[in-house]
Structure formats: C-alpha cells, structure tokens
C-alpha cells in the first residue's frame, strides 16, 4: 500500500476545473444534484465557499443531512427556484472576471393608493451595509488634503465623512436603509454584472468655486437602493464649509480656534493664514441614477435646524415618484442606445464597402502592372534566347575542346537568365481574384 509520502505530486495528474461563468439556474441544479462537498472542487472553490455564492445569488441549497435522509427515503421536497430579487447577482465567476447580463429595463413600482411609510424608531437593528462598517472606517488614514477618512476596503456602504462625523452619518444610513426595507425596498452594493456607475461627490456647501487637486475616497461599486426594479446610487456625505485657517507646525487649525503663543523679544511667528475646506458634521444624502444613459441627480441638505433623519418619510415618497422618471430615462437612453448602433452598424458597413472597392481597385492595378513585368522580362528572356541559340550554332564550328568550354559557359549563362516558357512565367502570375 502507498502512503502519502511515497507520492511524488507531480505524478498526481491536476483536476480538471469546470469552466464559470455558472448563472443561477446551473448553480441550483447543481446543488440539489450531490453534496456541496463535492460542487465545490469540481469549480475549484471549497464547499463552503460554494454554499457562500449560493447565498450571493439567493439560490436554495439542501438542509443538513439531506444526503443522509435521501438515501432511505425521508428527505423534504426539493424548493423551488425564487425569482432573482431586484439586486441579485445572475451569474458566478470563479476568477472575478467581468460578466455581462442582459437584464429587462427597470420599471418603478406598482403603487395604487397613496400610503403611509413605515419608520423604524428607533432601529431595532443594523442593516447588513452598516454591520461592521464603522471598524473599517474607524481604521481608516485620515486624508491630509481633505480631513475625510480613506478606507482601504473598496466594497463598503458609500460614506463620505470625516473620524468626527462617522456616527452620525452611520445611524442615518442605517435608520434610511432599514426604512427603505420595511417599505420593500432592496438596498445593496450595486451587482457587478449591472455595471451601474457612481455619481462624483462634491461635499462642498457651496459646490463650484475653485479647482480642486484631490478626490475623496470611493467605493469599487455603488450603493444602491431598488424602488420596483429601479436602482438608485445613495451616496452619504458629511458637507464642508470654507473657513479661515492658519498653517501652524504642519497642519491647518481654524483661524477661530488659533491661540498664538507668547512672543519673546525677538521672536517672529512663522505661521501665515489662507483658506481651506473643513467637514461640518452636517449631512447631505445624493441620491442619482446609476445608469449611464440616463443622468438624474438630487441632494438632500442638513441645515442647522433640521437633520435629515425627521425628512426619511419624505426621501422615500421622492423617491418612489422619481422612479418613473428615470425609468422612462433608461428607455429612452436604450432607445438612443439601439438607434447609435444602427448608425454605427450602417457607418461600418459603408466603410467596408468602401474598402472592399479600395482594395479591389489596388489587386486590379497590381496585377496589371505584375503581368506586364513578366511580359517584358519574357521578351527579354527571348531576345537572349536569341542570343543564346547564335552562341551555340557559332560554336559548332569550333575545335573539340574550345566548343566544349563555350557550351559549358552557355548552359551556365542559360541557368542564370531563367526559363523562357511563357506558361511556366504566368503561373507566377496572380489575378485581382486571387489578391
């Protein structure tokens, strides 16, 4: 018997990997037709790496012990597939590598009378987003251009805040996303297969004025709240104000706050004054279309005597009016879409056409000029031949041995000048067809 140390591993031949991308309805067959344990290696992941993308595409996966009862009879009904949930990824791929899906166009809710929004107050619990997001944050450099911190995790609930303003900018996130819930409102990171882009963030009260060299923090996909199956991007963003400050031993302090220090005689106090942007502590919540062809963007500002929390209610009735609004601008921006590729399909082909004649005219033109080539070499060749055939009647008059030489030089001077048969030249020859 082998043990295991006996085994050279490059003798071991690799296990055959099954190829991904692999969409909901494979997966789900899948699972229910052996155990994870074995699904698993076959993509080479583990099982319970496996039963993780089944929980990321909201597929059912068989209970504990279900192998175990299936074998004597006594395992429950196999559930049904649930329908993708706006939000859902479609597909799975093992590398990461970027998926493209075909989704229907996003149609905003079905709402007949007008209704009361549920509020949670207070929240009974965190949302999944907000779950472990203030550590990261917490961890995070703060930037020395800005004061805003610049996490190092890129799938993180889109938050744009400074260490001082990250509490309060986490319990609304979580009191919105969890309304948002209760009122049947999906809120996740963006699915990758949706390639759905993410709105820039000017934090500035006062947005404009001028050019800045730096950019805040963001996240690799965007934040996304579903109203029917229409995404909307929310981004959180803590607002700055432009104040007075003065440059004191590397780092700007408000001119406000500035104490200067007791002069002694002769002293010269190195600092200088300017201005710079610096985080309130006040809120403003981006909500925008994700979708490229279709721009819509609107801004709810803190003011000094009103937080955002107390306008949720509000946000989510906006909300839902809007959605027909971008629905209607996602068509419109297919419809666009389609007729710019049927113009660009009809540009290419004209282009081709185009090209097709070019080219045809250059073989036409270059096999002319080619056959007449081989049309004056041949008739230069023949005038040699000429020659040749003079050279050889003359040297029949010659003694044995000069005649001999003479033919010699002539057979070589025949094999350096080539062939004179016409036929054998054309077959060199190639038509505009075969060009």
């Known amino acids: 018997m082998t043990s295991p140390e006996d085994v ?25 037709s052996e155990p994870m344990l074995k699904v698993g290696p076959r993509y080479g992941v583990s099982g319970s790496y496996m039963a993780r993308v089944c929980i990321l595409l909201n597929v059912p996966r068989p209970p504990p012990g279900y192998w175990n009862k299936l074998a004597v009879g006594k395992a ?33 809710p079905t709402v007949g009378r007008r209704r009361r929004i549920i509020f949670p107050e207070p929240p009974s619990d965190e949302h999944s987003l907000v779950k ?11 930037s020395s251009d800005s004061g805003y911190l610049r996490p190092s995790k890129k799938l993180l609930v889109d938050l744009t805040v400074s260490k001082a303003g990250l509490d309060k900018a986490l319990a609304f996130a979580n009191q919105l996303f969890l309304t948002f819930e209760l009122n049947g409102y999906r809120v996740v990171i963006a699915p990758r297969e949706d390639h759905l882009h993410r709105e820039e963030v000017d934090e500035r009260e006062e947005p404009g004025g001028r050019q800045r060299y730096w950019h805040h923090w963001s996240p690799w996909r965007c934040t996304v709240v579903y109203v ?13 104000e432009e104040a007075e400050v003065r440059y004191v031993n590397g780092e700007y302090v408000r001119e406000s706050e500035y104490v200067a220090p007791k002069r002694r005689r002769y002293s010269l106090d190195r600092t200088w004054t300017t201005t ?25 500002r803190e003011e000094k005597d009103r937080d955002l929390t107390g306008r949720i209610p509000g946000i989510v009735k906006e909300l839902e009016k809007a959605a027909v609004e971008v ?6 921006g297919e419809r666009q879409a389609e007729l710019e590729h049927k113009r ?6 004209k282009w081709e056409r185009e090209r097709a004649e070019q080219r045809a005219a250059e073989a036409l033109k270059e096999s002319k000029e080619e056959l007449l080539r081989i049309i004056a070499r041949w008739a230069e060749a023949k005038n040699l031949e000429h020659f040749f055939a003079d050279a050889e009647r003359r040297a029949e008059g010659l003694d044995a041995d000069e005649r001999s030489k003479m ?28 060009r």
């Open 8 to 32: 050279n591993p490059n003798d071991v031949p690799p296990v055959a990997v099954a190829p991904t991308p692999l969409t909901r309805e494979a997966l789900y067959e899948l699972v229910w």
């Open 407 to 434: 033919l010699d030089r002539l057979g070589r001077a025949r094999q350096l000048m080539g062939s004179v048969d016409a036929l054998e030249r054309l077959r060199s020859w190639k038509s505009p067809e075969e």
């Open 76 to 108: 429950p009904a196999k559930p049904v597939l649930p329908d993708a949930r706006p939000g859902d990824e479609l597909v799975w791929s093992r590398d990461g590598d970027p998926i493209k899906v075909k989704r229907a166009l996003p149609r905003p």
């Open 327 to 332: 629905a209607r601008l996602v068509e419109e």
């Open 344 to 349: 660009w399909e009809e540009q290419h082909a």
């Open 228 to 240: 029917g199956t229409v995404a909307f991007g929310l981004s959180i963003i803590e607002m700055s």
């Open 276 to 300: 710079r942007e610096f985080p309130t502590g006040r809120l403003c919540l981006q909500a925008y279309s994700p979708y490229y062809r279709a721009k819509w963007v609107h801004r709810w």
């Open 132 to 142: 472990g997001a203030k550590a990261l944050f917490e961890a995070a450099p703060v």
